[in-house]
C-alpha cells in the first residue's frame, strides 16, 4: 500500500472519531509530521506516516521526541491499526471509536 492510502485511511478514521486534523503538504519546517492535530481530549497529535519499508529521518524522530518533550502525542504509523492502538486513551469519553 502506498503512503498516500494509508494517510487516507488514517485521515478518514480520524475525522470519523471527532479528532482536529490536518495533512501536512508542504511546510516551512524540515521534518514536520504528514498529519498534525488535537485529540478530542485536547492534546496535540502528529502522526509520520510511512510504508512498511519506508525509513524514518533523524530529524523526523528529533521532531516526534520534541513533541513527546512537551506531553503531545507523535508517533510513526505504518497502518491504521497502529493509529487505533496509540490513540484509544484519547478518545472523547462519550465517543465510541468508528469502525472505519
Not at 45 to 65: A, C, F, Y
Request: glycine fraction near 8%.
Amino acid at each position: 500500500m502506498t503512503e498516500s492510502a494509508i494517510q487516507s485511511k488514517i485521515l478518514a478514521w480520524l475525522k470519523a472519531n471527532g479528532f482536529w486534523i490536518f495533512k501536512t503538504i508542504s511546510c516551512n519546517r524540515s521534518g514536520i509530521m504528514d498529519i498534525v492535530g488535537c485529540t478530542p481530549r485536547g492534546r496535540f497529535l502528529g502522526i509520520e506516516v510511512k510504508t512498511k519499508i519506508g525509513r524514518v529521518s533523524p530529524l523526523q524522530e528529533w521532531n516526534i521526541e520534541e513533541v513527546h518533550a512537551r506531553n503531545g502525542i507523535a508517533f510513526v504509523a505504518r497502518d491504521l491499526d497502529t493509529v487505533k492502538q496509540m490513540l484509544v486513551n484519547e478518545m472523547a469519553d462519550d465517543t465510541a471509536p468508528s469502525s472505519l
